[in-house]
């Protein structure tokens, strides 16, 4: 079946950096393009950035751009969420997701979904 397993979430002081990755497994990962997602506590959950199938195209919400890079290695059916200059604000579980359509922010728009990593950021 189809897994997307999220990894690299931790403790980071504000200021620092992580790369979070996610293998996907069971689906033909160049046909997808890639999500990541992120929810806070008491928050609804909302789109942070996605990659195109081929890692051409990618989009971001406002808050992340310039400190967050999405990137994709189909080899390694993986994608990759680089975060710098993390803040307190940032701190969630962050989720990626698959989706057949073209770069979207839209939730229902994915098909596939990982379980969450953790991401920390102190002040």
């Known amino acids: 079946q189809t897994q997307l397993v999220e990894s690299g979430g931790g403790l980071v002081q504000a200021g620092g950096s992580l790369r979070l990755s996610c293998a996907a497994s069971?689906?033909?990962?160049?046909?997808?393009?890639m999500g990541w997602f992120r929810q806070a506590p008491g928050k609804e959950q909302e789109f942070v950035a996605a990659?195109?199938?081929?890692?051409?195209?990618?989009s971001y919400v406002d808050s992340v751009k310039g400190r967050f890079t999405a990137s994709r290695n189909n080899a390694k059916n993986t994608v990759y969420l680089q975060m710098n200059s993390l803040t307190p604000e940032d701190t969630a579980v962050y989720y990626c997701?698959?989706?057949?359509?073209?770069?979207?922010?839209?939730?229902?728009?994915?098909?596939?979904w990982g379980q969450g990593t953790q991401v920390t950021v102190s002040s």
């Open positions: 069971g689906l033909i990962f160049s046909a997808y393009a």
């Open positions: 990659i195109n199938w081929s890692g051409s195209n990618t």
């Open positions: 997701a698959a989706s057949p359509f073209e770069v979207t922010a839209l939730k229902n728009e994915y098909d596939y």
